[in-house]
């Protein structure tokens, strides 16, 4: 690192990733070219390019924009952090203020934040959640970035208690769905990040079903670590609570989550019998506002427990998955995405390797499209269908 560089704070996230590293912009290019070529990754990143990343801004003060899809992909994989989350500049991490002005300023806008104010926010996480299902986190994550900072910042000077917990309650849904992005995009450790700034603002909304559910949102972290058996401890927690705070439909969602767990511990009875539970707890009609946000119908639930049978090498999950593919909502992009890998999963372990790779194959275009780095993570371990 030049001697200049150790005089000043690092200006983005990124700047001060690649100091850690103790390198130079030189030699970090030069790693992250040899990176490419050993992943297969089609982004580049000359030393030009990356002066005018860690800067983030222009010389007439503007922000840099994104770099090239590949070349941001190849920037996410080094780092395991989202590329808006790496160009961010470093004074603006923390959400604060300086001087009275401002604080007089931001403590006025939040006084502003009335029922009818968190209703429209909750308009807006709500059609986001349609742009994410419909079109994936490629087209929906920066949106839910930029909702979070906003609703983060506006419960930071709200003074009002009922205020505060409407807000908390908003920004835990936000962060979760962050956390579920950037775990489709492949970012384990910003995915974490996302589920425990949820699980803290679910703390201060006062709703012990909302604190439950994002606590058990992070065992999906787990399971994509490989920590199976920590995942179904947590879920297991998780069920036990809620039987005495919250509805039927989330303890579905959380008997269905343990079953997923259960299956990848290879927990065969265990893992059926919570799916079963999953399914007498489902109400016919799930009533909608009810509780913390979850999708699960009997479609959904059978796509579930399809994942958990194609995961213990049961030939029933072909059938299963199949009947759910035939139901399922057409706007569930990414939920399509992933059946069909459970169904190549499943047809590859009855040696049904045509139509295995039929599904794969449209699994592959499916996740492609929509950015979904975790399914093409698990298609990349289906040898016998690779497309």
Known sequence: MAANERTRRPRTLLEQRIWQRNQSLAEFTEEAEEFARRSGESGTLSERNLKRLVAGHR??????????PATARLLERIFDTGIDELLTPLESTAIEVTGEHELNAALATSRRVTPDVVALLHGQLEAVRQLDRRLGAI???DEVAVKVDQVSRLLSYSLAAGTRKNLA???AELSALAGWQALDRGQISTAWDHYERAKQAASQSGDPALETHT???RAFVLLDLGQASEAAEMLATAEDHARRITGRTLRAWLAAAHGEALAACELRSASLRAFDRAESLLPPRPAPDSGPYVVLDDVHLARWRGNALARIGEPEAVNVLTDALH???PTFTRAEAGLRVDLATALTATREHDEAHTHAAKARALATEIGSARQLRRLGRLPAVRV
Do not use: Q
């Open 59 to 68: 010389t007439d003060g503007t922000r840099i924009g994104r770099p090239r």
């Open 139 to 141: 087209t929906a994550y």
């Open 169 to 171: 309650a908003l920004l």
């Open 215 to 217: 606590e058990a949102e």
């Open 327 to 329: 139901e399922l909502d």
